[in-house]
């Protein structure tokens, strides 16, 4: 009895739960296994299950990706995702709400594997952050940081508020007499702070049309043409 007992327990697929302590490696051969609904992070070895995203989420998400989709059109040389896989560290592989990234052809610190995954710290993540927002704001902004993402940008719903860091100096940008905040990585990414929380698309863009026109944003477009593949 015990013997077949243990070829039935043997014979049942692994998966992840909540809260189990697992190598990058292991968590992403199980992850692979599991439902294609399933969704998980692995933040610092502790897997993660988010809770279900709200209509609230969605909305900023959207908005936000618009903003870094329309910049990145305007920018070659940078590519944008949602939602994709990160393998950052034998003990990290987070899923960002959104990511703003260099390729390696024009310079950049991460890389695209053979099996499609990003390696490598992308030069901005961002998260919106409701249910998750004690774990954004610090063991994933630790665990960024450690991995050498640069700027790390969460947007909080609840209270709202817009959190910019650097997570090179550990310092976190400030919006101007506008509410507007500029990337240091990427110049001409301006973001109308109150524009996004309010989901105000006039601001947004106004702001981001402005930064698209200053001659940093066409001095780093020229320098990223310099380091295109032949």
């Not at 039935?8 to 609904?37: A, F, V």
């Not at 560290?89 to 960002?96: A, F, R």
Request: charge should be negative; include cysteine.
């Amino acid at each position: 009895m015990a013997t077949a007992s243990k070829q039935l327990e043997e014979s049942r697929p692994e998966r992840l739960y909540n809260g189990d302590r697992i190598t990058q490696k292991e968590y992403h051969r199980i992850y692979c296994q599991m439902p294609e609904d399933y969704r998980a992070e692995l933040i610092g070895g502790i897997v993660f299950e988010p809770s279900p995203a709200t209509y609230f989420h969605g909305s900023h998400l959207s908005h936000l990706a618009y903003l870094l989709e329309s910049y990145s059109v305007a920018t070659p040389g940078t590519g944008v995702a949602g939602d994709a896989t990160l393998i950052l560290s034998d003990e990290d592989e987070p899923q960002p709400d959104l990511m703003l990234r260099i390729s390696e052809e024009h310079g950049g610190q991460s890389r695209i594997s053979k099996d499609g995954y990003v390696e490598g710290a992308p030069e901005l993540v961002a998260e919106i952050a409701y249910s998750s927002r004690a774990i954004d704001l610090h063991l994933k902004r630790e665990r960024y940081a450690l991995a050498g993402v640069i700027e790390y940008l969460v947007v909080c719903l609840e209270p709202e508020r817009i959190y910019w860091f650097d997570l090179r100096s550990g310092t976190e940008l400030q919006s101007d007499r506008k509410g507007i905040i500029r990337s240091q990585t990427f110049p001409g990414l301006w973001i109308h702070e109150d524009g996004l929380l309010k989901l105000d698309r006039d601001a947004t863009s106004n702001a981001l049309k402005r930064g698209l026109k200053t001659s940093e944003h066409k001095e780093f477009v020229a320098g990223l043409a310099t380091l295109s593949p032949p």
